[in-house]
């Protein structure tokens, strides 16, 4: 397994930088207090929008705050965002998804139409209203993500479900007294594991830029703490004095949108067995 | 040319939108549940009268059954009467019929541009597999499907309005009130939306094209004797055809959304505006009434999506 793993790697450049961008973005989210030279939320209103120099590489902010620090200090709000609706997504659509696929009938049916529904909703504008209701803030905001991103996973589940249910070893499974349960378990997760898996990949994606909106617009996070979407607010404020503010956390969203995007294109192509080069 | 199983499938997919309907509406109006507390004391706001209070209890109906409420909304929403807005006191159908053509008009404008640019570039992508032009189409593409379309928007602002000064940086002007006017207006908008839709595009052109041009009646266009260009162009553009309207609705969908944030970049008074407005200041009628219509819009996109399918693929019906 983990041979294979590595091997992949090996195989696939842009999955591996990918994948080594991610981690040392993760890495830095954890070490943030000790590799950012100033706090996040210190502010100096004797430089307000001071240009870059050595004790402030990518300069200050309009509070005197340093960039490079926020920067640092909002990856783990950034990630812990995306992760967080991520999370829920699959913990809403898995079983969802498993229990359509699986059962059929009248349940597919209503799960079906639900899935449909949902879709019908454009992600961010729902998450917006959901938002609204349950009170401004970054984790209401990606809940509400999550339960958007949802029936994309439940689909994909649905899917796989509905085949493998009629494969013979499940036949076979249940001719040998196995349980509803054990194979659910045992046979029909595990088929439908892989396109979950470069679907959370490719949601990772969705759901930075759905934080970075949220937190855009105000209806994430809230002040005084970074995070990439709200450090672009701030420079949205400040666009005609300091326009060059809005590059570092533009550029951080982008780069890591794309390798969450590379990483789950790389996987689909890995996982997929009909894909075999 | 309608043939009688071709109208049942179109009968069927108009059926099956109802149920969808009554559940997206369904979700609209539920948003009032998950408010915490007292809603009428919460939505009220601060400081606000007792009157006030059993006026939005009143309005919402609130002490009466949940499906009665939703039912009396719904009767309500679908003859157009979307509720006032809590903090202006505006109808809320008044402000959407507003706000709409602004974000109609960037969206199509944005549509249009991703279209007549990545429909091309797809399909030249497609022509040469593995080629330095395919590894430039595809690497913008995965550029643009990962920019977020409002910092998009910040760049072109910057460059183009505040530096230069091609374009107005923020507003944005009817279309029967002055079409040049609005166009100019509406040109960065539309092009910040646009980034997202044309890496979309031709991504999606590119892989259904070069899917088409493994398949066997290529050989068989090849062994007639026909150019690579004539194949292409004429064969290959005429079956992913199909495609293409899964690609335009799909666009429209996404561009309604990403629309949202890009308004507020450039304070056009359209449905993003509306929402996030109305989302900050816990105006939930207004809220309810944007998400609504969006969700109108996209169902009704998506079924007329549907029944042209069933129009143009002759393998249906």
């Known amino acids: ?277 | 040319m309608l043939t009688a199983a071709r109208r049942a499938v179109i009968r069927r997919r108009l059926l099956q939108a109802v149920p969808v309907l009554v559940l997206a509406t369904l979700v609209v109006f539920g948003l009032l549940k998950l408010m915490p507390g007292d809603i009428a004391i919460t939505l009220a706001g601060e400081n606000a009268t007792d009157e006030r209070i059993n006026e939005i209890r009143e309005m919402y109906g609130l002490n009466r059954p949940f499906l009665v409420q939703y039912g009396s909304w719904l009767a309500h929403a679908l003859t157009g009467d979307l509720s006032k807005s809590l903090a202006s006191g505006e109808a809320v159908a008044t402000s959407i019929a507003r706000s709409f053509p602004n974000t109609l008009l960037i969206v199509l404008l944005a549509m249009g541009v991703a279209l007549v640019l990545g429909i091309p570039l797809g399909i030249l992508a497609a022509s040469k597999p593995d080629s330095l032009l395919d590894r430039v189409v595809t690497s913008i593409a995965s550029l643009g499907i990962a920019v977020p379309s409002f910092w998009l928007a910040m760049i072109l602002v910057a460059w183009f309005a505040l530096e230069w000064g091609w374009f107005p940086a923020t507003g944005s002007v009817a279309l029967g009130q002055d079409p040049i006017k609005a166009l100019h207006h509406a040109v960065l908008p539309a092009l910040a939306l646009a980034g997202g839709g044309l890496a979309e595009v031709s991504r999606q052109l590119r892989s259904s094209m070069v899917e088409y041009l493994s398949s066997s009646p290529v050989r068989t266009l090849h062994a007639k004797g026909l150019s690579s260009m004539s194949i292409l162009w004429k064969h290959g553009l005429k079956n992913v055809g199909v495609n293409l309207l899964t690609v335009a609705t799909l666009l429209f969908n996404r561009m309604l959304a990403a629309t949202v944030v890009v308004e507020a970049v450039f304070a056009i008074p359209g449905m993003g505006n509306l929402i996030v407005n109305g989302a900050l200041h816990r105006d939930l009628p207004v809220v309810q009434g944007v998400v609504f219509v969006m969700v109108l819009v996209v169902i009704t996109v998506n079924l007329v999506a549907d029944v042209l399918y069933t129009v143009l693929d002759p393998r249906i019906g």
């Open chain 1, 1 to 277: 397994m983990a041979r294979a793993f590595f091997a992949w790697l090996r195989s696939d450049l842009r999955a591996a930088l990918s994948l080594g961008f991610l981690l040392a973005l993760l890495l830095m989210s954890l070490a943030a207090p000790w590799i950012a030279p100033w706090s996040p939320t210190a502010q100096n209103i004797d430089i307000p929008l001071a240009d870059a120099d050595a004790a402030h590489p990518l300069g200050t902010d309009d509070l005197g705050r340093d960039v490079l620090s926020r920067l640092i200090y909002g990856t783990s709000a950034t990630l812990f965002a995306s992760f967080l609706a991520v999370i829920i997504a699959t913990v809403i659509g898995v079983p969802v998804g498993l229990l359509a696929g699986f059962k059929g009938g009248w349940i597919d049916d209503v799960i079906s139409r639900i899935i449909d529904a949902l879709l019908s909703f454009p992600a961010i504008v729902l998450a917006i209203a959901v938002t609204s209701a349950l009170g401004i803030g970054l984790t209401n905001g990606m809940i509400a993500v999550g339960i958007v991103f949802s029936p994309q996973i439940a689909r994909l589940v649905r899917a796989r479900a509905l085949v493998v249910r009629q494969e013979l070893y499940v036949d076979a499974a249940r001719c040998m007294g196995a349980s509803n349960a054990r194979i659910l378990w045992r046979h029909v997760l595990p088929n439908a594991i892989q396109p979950v898996i470069v679907q959370v990949t490719l949601l990772l994606a969705g759901a930075l830029l759905a934080e970075a909106s949220l937190s855009f617009l105000g209806l994430g996070i809230q002040p005084p703490n970074p995070s990439w979407g709200a450090m672009l607010a701030r420079a949205y404020q400040n666009m005609e004095i300091a326009p060059a503010l809005m590059y570092p956390p533009g550029l951080a969203i982008l780069f890591t949108a794309l390798a969450f995007n590379t990483l789950g294109e790389s996987l689909r192509v890995a996982l997929d067995p009909t894909m075999k080069r």
